[in-house]
């Protein structure tokens, strides 16, 4: 029987998994195996599993848990495990090597011995077979759970450090350009690890990329600066220094096949490689997950009913199967309003997400493709097949992101703009780190920006019961700034009639003429609007800015800062009366 807290909490035997129960009855084994072969008090137990508020019959519930256990272990036929009681407590007795994280330390620590005596090669395979141990983050099931935090960061800590040495291991042995693309996203997901940092500017160097492993340094310091106020350690500055003077000791080259025995050519990982392609396969794939999010569909389908919002999940999962490049893409899962598809490249992914939105935002016989905006999330990692589908952290940050997105928006993790690179026809906005849910550290991430405008996002949808009066209020407006005023504004009412989704963002363009209206993305929360100077000038309470916006294009051309909170705009006499604009 195999116990197993490197991932979700497992116990397994020949047959299949053993049926654990739920709950605090998990936990409760959980924090017998971080105490294997230690006795722990029922008080103890108590407060752990329950903190300060535990029920009265706290010490008859921990009863009934080891006696359900035990007969779950009895059950699975376990003679290596024994739950025994002891005093005013109870003690787990594994036997040595039927845990998983005794393998790993076991084989960690043979790992660093062949790298002491020089046997790089050895102490390389010795340290993947340990990290291949892991299943996801530890105790994975637990992550909230206050008795489990402390191990959760040693054995994590733990994992990183065997990482690390691995890394050394095939550097020593001319890995250089194999492991670029690994190191990247390490550095990616843990800003502030130096050891990674140095290892990746060494990879850099060694693969003949001496600009590309001091801009890693300079990041590094950067990151370091911003984020703690201190500068690189001196072995990373050193190390910099090492590589403009071009004293860094020459690099290890790759040991020969064994007589006999011939090798495939390693994969080459080139600069910015895409996910997947360049990379050896060592049972967790890297991989790029990007998941698509419909915007305000729950409301859509209460104002709508069910028939709409089925039709418009169906047209969404048409679109996203047609936009998938079937050679590098798969969609995984949809959900009503929910895609998830994963690629092997992230440039790939990247492409699809902006031909994705395009799509979304097309008109069809002059109505829009998708009524409602959508979010797009991408992360990339390496993630584990499972069945129907995948399991690792990537698939999680990029489901924040995707949370994260403003309808229209495209948000992506640095991880996946350091695998795909330079991305044609599309540009990247930094954007502030986001701390998201479930995670420890703040992802870093960026908005992508097609070089060539999408069309613009279809107008916000009233509610059923707000339709005839908002279209009033537009048709009113449209009096008004009919005729000879040089401007003037429209201001829809938020009362109970007219909800604050069916306003959004958006500014309605109403043609002096004929009254056809149609619509223009604005700034965040556009409150007051003039006419002058031949353009149209949007006042975006949200931010604090100013929009202009050019009348014959319905663009925005310039957006500049208020400096204060600024409530009224004011405007010349030459306005241009040709465009009609109502907020």
Not at 386 to 409: C, D, F, I, K, M
Not at 499 to 520: L, Q
Not at 528 to 535: D, H, K, L
């Amino acid at each position: 029987m195999d116990f197993r807290i490197l991932g979700p909490l497992e116990v397994r035997e020949d047959e299949g998994e053993v049926r654990l129960g739920r709950g605090k009855q998990r936990a409760l084994l959980a924090l017998l195996l971080l105490h294997r072969d230690e006795a722990i008090s029922t008080d103890r137990i108590i407060d752990e599993l329950w903190g300060e508020q535990p029920p009265a019959t706290a010490a008859k519930i921990v009863q009934n848990y080891v006696l359900q256990l035990r007969r779950a272990l009895e059950d699975g036929g376990s003679a290596d495990a024994d739950l025994i009681t002891q005093g005013r407590g109870y003690l787990l007795r594994v036997e040595r090597g039927r845990l998983d994280l005794d393998r790993f330390e076991a084989l960690v620590e043979a790992g660093e011995r062949a790298l002491g005596s020089a046997d790089a090669a050895q102490a390389a395979e010795t340290l993947r077979e340990a990290l291949a141990l892991w299943r996801g983050p530890p105790l994975a099931d637990f992550a909230y759970e206050p008795f489990a935090q402390a191990a959760i960061e040693r054995l994590e800590d733990q994992r990183l450090a065997a990482l690390e040495r691995r890394m050394e291991a095939d550097l020593a042995l001319g890995r250089h350009a194999d492991v670029v693309g690994e190191l990247k996203e390490l550095v990616s997901v843990h800003p502030l690890h130096e050891g990674f940092r140095a290892q990746l500017m060494l990879a850099l160097y060694h693969s003949g990329r001496q600009a590309q492993a001091l801009e890693v340094y300079r990041d590094a310091r950067r990151s370091l600066v911003e984020e703690l106020g201190i500068d690189p350690s001196p072995a990373l500055q050193q190390l910099e220094q090492a590589i403009l003077r071009q004293e860094v000791p020459p690099a290890a080259s790759r040991p020969p096949p064994p007589a006999g025995e011939t090798r495939d050519p390693a994969p080459a990982v080139v600069a910015d490689a895409p996910a997947g392609e360049g990379r050896e396969s060592r049972g967790a794939d890297l991989r790029t997950f990007l998941i698509a999010d419909i915007r305000g569909y729950t409301r859509f389908s209460q104002d709508h009913g069910d028939g709409a919002a089925s039709r418009l999940a169906h047209r969404f999962a048409d679109i996203v199967r047609e936009a998938i490049p079937t050679e590098v893409g798969e969609l995984l899962e949809l959900r009503g309003d929910e895609a998830l598809c994963v690629f092997s490249s992230a440039r790939e992914a990247l492409q699809t997400a902006v031909e994705l939105q395009r799509r979304f935002r097309a008109r069809i016989n002059g109505e829009p493709a998708l009524p409602l905006g959508v979010g797009v999330g991408l992360d990339a990692g390496e993630a584990i097949p499972t069945e129907g589908g995948y399991r690792g952290r990537a698939l999680n940050v990029a489901a924040r992101l995707s949370a994260l997105a403003q309808p229209g928006e495209i948000l992506a993790s640095e991880t996946v703009v350091s695998l795909a690179g330079h991305q044609e026809g599309a540009s990247y906005a930094r954007r502030r780190p986001a701390r998201l849910k479930g995670l420890a550290e703040p992802v870093r991430h960026v908005a992508v920006v097609p070089d060539v405008a999408l069309p613009p996002l279809p107008p916000p949808l009233p509610a059923q019961s707000a339709r005839r009066r908002g279209l009033l209020l537009l048709a009113a407006g449209a009096l008004v700034l009919t005729g000879t005023v040089t401007a003037a504004i429209l201001t829809l009412t938020r009362d109970a009639d007219v909800s604050v989704e069916s306003i959004g963002n958006a500014i309605a363009a109403i043609d002096g003429d004929g009254g056809a209206v149609s619509y223009t993305e604005a700034g965040n929360t556009p409150s007051t609007i003039a006419v002058g100077e031949g353009a149209v000038w949007v006042l975006n309470a949200g931010d604090r800015t100013v929009s202009k916006m050019d009348p014959e294009t319905r663009r925005i051309v310039k957006t500049f800062g208020t400096g204060g909170t600024t409530t009224e705009l004011a405007w010349g006499e030459d306005a241009k009366p040709a465009i009609d604009w109502a907020k």
